[in-house]
């Protein structure tokens, strides 16, 4: 059966364009390369995974994440940062993290690492290797690289506990960790609400400049990009994040007037148990061995 000369609805189902236009007899359409999507920076979200380390009082993880971050701030070592890496790929085995969970950095973030390590390289240090003639210290490299190690590893511990932690634990979990310093006098309530905001309005913050640099975007580029005109679309950026905040900051307060105030952000929830006993153990047998170690 064929279609009439002026039927166009087999010519739409045939490959019509847009506005109705037939491609030229033989003449093919390049395909369409799917972008690649870009695997954003994510702060704070959950994997929603049941494991043995979800399970654990959002407190045990707080207290050791700050062992961690002691024992390995005081004499940061090689063998140090070995051990604190085992441990984390254990500890991100167990809680059964994906690796889709993992960040990648954007480019501009490498290109600064490389160029600080260049000016480590160039800064000298023992010991001194010759490369066709030239002279280089790897001291200050190698310490470069040490750090940027630990501080890596010290932010991989802080994600997992954003990984396996619901945002609403963290607040009642500062104010229980706080308790005893209470007869010192000290706001440890006002200390854990500002915690338990600071941790629920962070994501939102991240989104909405997201959204506002995204929106950016969509306007016509001007014909020069000079340091002048990039600075003023930052500022207007910026100001616009801090109206968006405020916004946001008033709805938040309404709704923690509505809920009963602040004391419901730090409303105590379930404890510790049996199960966190033991993760603190374990903590501090490994901190204690790392402190064995030889520097």
């Keep these: 059966m064929t279609a009439a000369p002026g039927d166009t609805r087999s010519q739409d189902r045939s490959g019509a364009g847009v506005g109705g236009e037939v491609p030229a007899s033989g003449a093919t359409t390049p395909p369409v390369r799917p ?47 070995g051990v604190l890496a085992v441990a984390l790929l254990a ?14 950095l954007p480019v501009w973030v490498w290109i600064g ?13 023992k010991p001194y290797v010759h490369l066709g003639g030239a002279r280089l210290g790897l001291g200050d490299l190698g310490l470069y690289a040490l750090i940027l190690v630990v501080s890596f590893e010290l932010l991989a511990a802080a994600a997992l506990v954003g990984w396996t932690t619901a945002l609403g ?9 706080g308790r005893p310093l209470r007869v010192l006098r000290l706001p440890v309530e006002e200390w854990a ?4 905001l600071c941790v629920r309005s962070l994501p939102l913050l991240v989104g909405e400049i997201r959204v506002l640099i995204a929106a950016r975007r969509l306007r016509p580029k001007p014909s020069g990009r000079s340091l002048t005109r990039l600075a003023d679309d930052g500022l207007e950026v910026l100001a616009t994040a801090v109206s968006v905040a405020v916004r946001r900051a008033a709805e938040m307060g309404e709704a923690i007037t509505a809920r009963g105030g602040v004391g419901e952000v730090t409303a105590r929830v379930a404890g510790p148990a049996r199960r966190d006993l033991v993760a603190l153990a374990l903590v501090l047998v490994v901190c204690g061995g790392v402190w064995l170690l030889p520097s």
């Design 35 to 81: 972008r690649r999507r870009r695997r954003e920076i994510v702060l704070l979200r959950r994997v929603e995974v049941d494991s043995p380390v979800h399970r654990l009082w959002a407190g045990t993880k707080l207290l050791a994440v700050v062992a961690v971050s002691v024992t390995v701030s005081e004499d940061p070592t090689w063998a140090v940062a």
């Design 91 to 104: 500890v991100g085995r167990l809680a059964r993290i994906p690796s889709a969970a993992v960040p990648r």
């Design 113 to 125: 690492l490389v160029a600080f390590a260049g000016f480590s390289l160039a800064a000298g240090g």
């Design 169 to 177: 634990d963290v607040g009642p979990a500062v104010a229980t960790l």
């Design 193 to 196: 609400v500002a915690v338990a």
